[in-house]
T-cell receptor, first 112, second 115 residues
């Protein structure tokens, strides 16, 4: 079945440093979605990427979708303590189903 | 804006007991999804419903069943509970557009503890 690998598993940074998490799918994706989950919270939708090579920005967050639609990245510039949480990518494969396959997530901690 | 509502938020059960989790989707959303998230794990897809019909099935144990009702709320029924069923159970909802760009919005989750 479809697998979505996400690295790194953990990332600890000093406030102000940049952060990047990467996702790689075993199959071509229809689209990829990114979620943020704060400790004790629920996944909160951040963004969806659909087109090959797509790049989207949300303030300090930059999301990319690979040309082959099999990989994606999330980059945070100048991290803040409010960025703490686990960032999940979730891929939607082709076919008729709509179920998301989540990566294992990257837990980001920020030292003030 | 209205969000997905899940109840109860916390549930403690003994082994071999049954549990029912409820999910009320965002108004006008017609699709619900159930996920199970163990400690430090990613959400694992269990099952989904669109217009009251099962649309996809994931790693849902045979001891679990679910349905979506005419008002679009959904219930996850869990029987013969095992210790390993202790987890966070999330419901997500979306509006089906058929364009495969449906965004799933997650509820706050139900934390199930099996003793």
């Amino acid at each position: 079945g479809q697998q979505v690998m996400q690295i790194p598993q953990y990332q600890h940074v000093q406030e102000g440093e940049d952060f990047t998490t990467y996702c790689n799918s075993s199959t071509t994706l229809s689209n990829i979605q990114w979620y943020k989950q704060r400790p004790g919270g629920h996944p909160v939708f951040l963004i969806q990427l659909v087109k090959s090579g797509e790049v989207k920005k949300q303030k300090r967050l930059t999301f990319q979708f690979g040309e082959a639609k099999k990989n994606s990245s999330l980059h945070i510039t100048a991290t803040q303590t409010t960025d703490v949480g686990t960032y999940f990518c979730a891929g939607l494969s082709g076919g008729s189903n709509y179920k998301l396959t989540f990566g294992k997530g990257t837990l980001l901690t920020v030292n003030p | 804006a209205a969000g997905v509502i899940q109840s109860p938020r916390h549930l403690i059960k003994e082994k071999r007991e049954t549990a029912t989790l409820k999910c009320y989707p965002i108004p006008r959303h017609d699709t619900v999804y159930w996920y199970q998230q163990g400690p430090g794990q990613d959400p694992q897809f269990l099952i989904s419903f669109y217009e009251k019909m099962q649309s996809d099935k994931g790693s849902i144990p045979d001891r679990f069943s679910a349905q979506q009702f005419s008002d679009y709320h959904s219930e996850l029924n869990m029987s013969s509970l095992e210790l390993g069923d202790s987890a966070l159970y999330f419901c997500a909802s979306s509006y089906h557009t058929g364009a495969r760009t449906d965004t799933q919005y997650f509820g706050p989750g139900t934390r199930l503890t099996v003793l």
